[in-house]
């Protein structure tokens, strides 16, 4: 039995790791105006981050269509997989998700099981990871699910930004209310747990860095802890340096 494990690139998962449990990465597309590149295939992470300020067009993601899920599935299938597995972004974030869904409706030749992280960037990452190394060990596929479903239900993603513009451009924000949280600082913390998403509102960066080690805090022990950043080395390995602490013994190596 060879269960693969099929994914998207919001998982923000390292190449190694993606080579080393030949996990299948399927790109989300990010359209700028009227051009549209597959994410870390035609545009890389950093040609977006350097040129994020200079978009004639506010970027935005959608979700590859059920095709190219088939056509991945046929791949596995050649290569001798015997089922396949799905886990994606948050459906209440993406399409992603039900694409995926729709092409295992469509795809008759192998069973594939779609699952919902709950989650964005490594909270979906993690799953992942936690999915691809229960296959290897050999467990069965309700066995693997099951343990998505534990893993999930205590995977969350605290991410603490710099500026409310382009939640502004999404529209999630007006213009009055982004100069009004500028003018005074206001840093955005999103929260994201078992596809329940929320934000708090803090003054300052460092207040805001301050809140997720407390949120963190809160959680108790960790069975990993990772830090993602989006174009900002320097800040991450500051706040992994501070919260080192909480770093379990054993975690997951990325």
Excluded: W
Excluded at 78 to 89: D, F, K, P, T, W
Excluded at 101 to 127: C, H, I, K, M, W
Excluded at 230 to 237: D, G, I, M, V
């Amino acid at each position: 039995m060879s269960i693969r494990i099929v994914t998207d690139s919001n998982c923000d998962l390292p190449q190694a790791m993606v080579d080393e449990f030949g996990i299948t990465v399927i790109p989300m597309y990010i359209n700028i105006g009227a051009d549209s590149y597959l994410d870390g295939v035609t545009m890389s992470r950093q040609e977006f981050y350097e040129g994020l300020s200079g978009f004639d067009s506010h970027p935005m993601t959608s979700a590859p269509g059920p095709g190219t899920f088939v056509e991945a599935f046929e791949g596995l299938a050649a290569q001798g997989a015997s089922e396949i597995l799905c886990i994606h972004v948050a459906g209440s974030l993406s399409a992603v998700v039900n694409s995926a869904r729709l092409a295992a409706e469509e795809y008759d030749v192998l069973p594939v099981t779609v699952f919902d992280s709950g989650n964005l960037t490594l909270g979906t990452g993690l799953q992942v990871v936690a999915a691809a190394r229960a296959a290897a060990e050999g467990r069965s596929m309700e066995e693997i699910v099951r343990l998505l479903e534990e893993t999930a239900a205590r995977t969350y993603c605290f991410a603490a930004l710099d500026t409310v513009e382009f939640l502004r451009r999404s529209g999630r924000l007006t213009r009055f209310q982004s100069g009004l949280a500028s003018i005074l600082q206001i840093k955005p913390l999103l929260k994201m747990n078992a596809g329940e998403f929320d934000m708090e509102r803090i003054r300052t960066r460092k207040a805001a860095l301050a809140r997720v080690l407390e949120l963190l805090s809160e959680l108790g022990a960790l069975e990993a802890l990772t830090v993602v950043h989006t174009h900002a080395p320097k800040e991450a390995e500051a706040l992994a340096q501070e919260a080192e602490d909480l770093r379990p013994e054993a975690t997951i190596s990325l």
